[in-house]
């Protein structure tokens, strides 16, 4: 007689509802590590697959917005940069908003241009816009080797220009306005799953925050009994922190960091909060 024995089966994954939006699961995104980096990957490749020029338009790119803004605000306009050469004022505020704007502009579509994916396989799904955070930052280290050049040069040239201690602070400006666009992202992702056409104001509302913020113009451009409505904005202060740390001029002191690094955390929250709300039935909407 042959006696039947039980199998027992062990599971390598088990996938559960979450149970409160305060469920973020950071440790699965630490196991899905490997995945991270192939979207990384993936996105660095693909956008330049089928291009002429390549990752070249990355250098490309801040260049080209630096002469134009150097011509018709610099040159035609006449607004100050505080005694720093115009193309490398311009072109370090472009460099720091840039990754910013790459930032909110890839995370604002997550679950609309991923539904597909998202349908079929399992995985963390904070996974994708993450991906593009590092993606952005890959982008600004190569552009930060134009800066680099064009600062050496204009100090070569006798050009006023006061590298300080602040400058150790930079990789916490990047952080703070990646973790910003990250939040503003997924905020923005979250929402226009149900409403779509908030997707066309993206854009927009990219361009029209640009103007409140200093970078085509210095803060000691606006009246002083003005400048503390700029400072609200918590951009303003990563910016100017970017620029007088590298530059040696501007406004900056650590409060104004504190500031944005709490509205930075603050909305951070929310998007965790709305993203997870979304991603349990948000299939079913787009």
């Known amino acids: 007689m042959i006696e039947n024995k039980e199998t027992v089966q062990e599971w390598t994954e088990i996938i559960k509802p979450k149970r409160n939006l305060f469920d973020f699961h950071f440790k699965e995104i630490w196991r899905y590590r490997d995945l991270l980096f192939l979207l990384v990957r993936r996105d660095f490749v693909a956008a330049y697959k089928q291009t002429i020029l390549g990752p070249l338009w ?3 790119q ?5 002469i134009t803004f150097t011509i018709i605000f610099a040159n035609v306009a006449g607004i100050s940069t505080d005694g720093v050469p115009a193309p490398l004022f311009y072109f370090t505020g472009n460099l720091i908003w840039g990754f910013f704007s790459r930032c909110i502009q890839a995370t604002s ?3 609309v241009g991923n539904q597909a994916i998202f349908s079929k396989v399992y995985f963390p799904r904070m996974i994708v816009p ?5 993606t952005s930052f890959i982008a600004f280290l190569i552009q ?5 050049a064009m600062y050496i040069y204009y100090y070569c040239q006798g050009a006023d220009l006061h590298l300080n201690s602040w400058a150790f602070l930079i990789p916490v400006f990047c952080l703070i306005m990646g973790f910003l666009g ?9 929402v226009t799953t149900k409403y779509r056409d908030l997707s066309m104001f993206v854009g927009f509302g990219i361009q029209l925050l640009m103007y409140c913020t200093p970078i085509i113009y210095p803060v000691s451009f606006i009246p002083e009994q003005y400048r503390f409505l700029l400072l609200f904005n918590p951009l303003a202060p990563v910016v100017e922190g970017f620029k007088y740390s590298v530059l040696g001029v501007g406004t900056f002191n650590s409060a104004m ?6 509205v930075t955390i603050v909305l951070l929250l929310i998007g965790l909060v709305l993203f997870n709300k979304v991603e349990q039935k948000f299939i079913d909407t787009v």
Do not use: D, Q
Not at 62 to 66: D, G, L, M, Y
Not at 130 to 134: E, G, K, V
Not at 182 to 190: D, K, P, R, V
Not at 257 to 262: K, N, R
């Open 130 to 134: 993450l991906s593009t955070i590092i």
């Open 109 to 111: 579509g997550v679950f």
């Open 182 to 190: 990250l939040a503003l992202g997924i905020i923005i992702s979250s």
């Open 62 to 66: 801040p260049i080209f917005t630096t």
């Open 58 to 60: 990355h250098v490309l």
């Open 144 to 148: 930060s080797v134009i800066l680099i």
């Open 257 to 262: 960091l504190l500031y944005s690094i709490g």
